[in-house]
């Protein structure tokens, strides 16, 4: 295996990724902070950091992100990067959501992925991601936090139950 890389065996649980959307555009003041597109650095940023994903062997299953624009620009800038397309919805209620609501969408189904990923916002992203690391964790635009998951089902994840932090990346860091 190639330096850096890490894979899981079949038995070691699951992989939660957890993204905070590529960087967007603050040009335009008439459009509205859910409606904002991603900037020209969040267009380049998104691919690199998919291809990242791709390179260490943590392509998700499935991807759950907000309903905001610049979210689901980044995931169909990043699906595009990947051979086959992981299964991938928005919801409302990620948009600027807590890290109890973030886990509370985890939790609500996702009962056949083996690699999960969330991309949303700050603060509810670097809050989560501190929260499961049991450490401080920074989340600028486009980082991405990778953790090991020993619960055997998503819904018996907890916020309060520190998890493995496996893998962290930044764009900035590539």
């Given at each position: ?6 894979s ?9 990724i ?18 904002r597109?991603l900037n ?8 690199l950091?998919?291809q990242w ?27 595009q990067v990947?051979?086959?397309?992981p ?30 990923m ?19 964790v920074?989340m ?10 020993t619960?055997?089902?998503?819904c018996?994840?907890d916020?309060?139950?520190p ?8 764009p900035?860091?590539?």
């Open positions: 295996m190639a330096k850096g890389k890490k899981m065996s079949v038995g070691e649980g699951r992989r939660l957890l993204m905070r959307h590529a960087k967007s555009d603050w040009g335009d003041n008439s459009v509205s902070d859910h409606d597109p020209r650095r969040g267009i380049a940023d998104a691919p950091m998919a994903l791709a390179d260490h062997e943590l392509i998700p299953d499935q991807i759950l992100c907000s309903s905001a624009e610049r979210t689901r620009e980044t995931v169909e800038l990043m699906v990947w051979p086959g397309e299964s991938w919805s928005s919801a409302d209620s990620l948009y600027l959501a807590s890290p109890n609501t973030i886990v509370s969408m985890i939790r609500s189904g996702f009962s056949g992925a083996k690699t999960l969330v991309v949303a916002h700050n603060p509810g992203m670097a809050y989560l991601a501190s929260m499961l690391a049991g450490k401080g920074d600028p635009t486009a980082a991405i936090a990778v953790f090991r998951v619960n055997s089902e998503w018996d994840l916020s309060d139950t998890l493995e932090l496996t893998h962290f990346m930044r900035k860091a590539l």
